[in-house]
């Protein structure tokens, strides 16, 4: 019980004094995180994936779809076929 009090009280030490991401404290924005997973996949998969179209779909659902790079399934609707 010590130890788990003891690594609370570091983690919320470094959040205050070091100036740690405010994601710790209050969670996350999924437009955000959907948009940011559209551009990365638009780093990995280049000119295959329409990077536009898959911020639009993160607006238009407001960030419920977030892509995966790594999950076909996901991405499939934002696949250029050349």
Do not use: R
């Amino acid at each position: 019980m010590a130890g788990k009090m003891f690594a609370i009280l570091v983690l919320v030490s470094l959040a205050i004094f070091t100036n740690g991401s405010p994601a710790v404290i209050t969670g996350y924005d999924p437009l955000e995180l959907c948009i940011e997973n559209c551009a990365q996949c638009k780093k990995m998969l280049g000119a295959w994936f329409d990077g536009p179209l898959c911020a639009e779909s993160c607006l238009k659902f407001k960030g419920k779809l977030i892509p995966d790079c790594e999950n076909f399934a996901s991405i499939a609707p934002f696949i250029n076929k050349f």
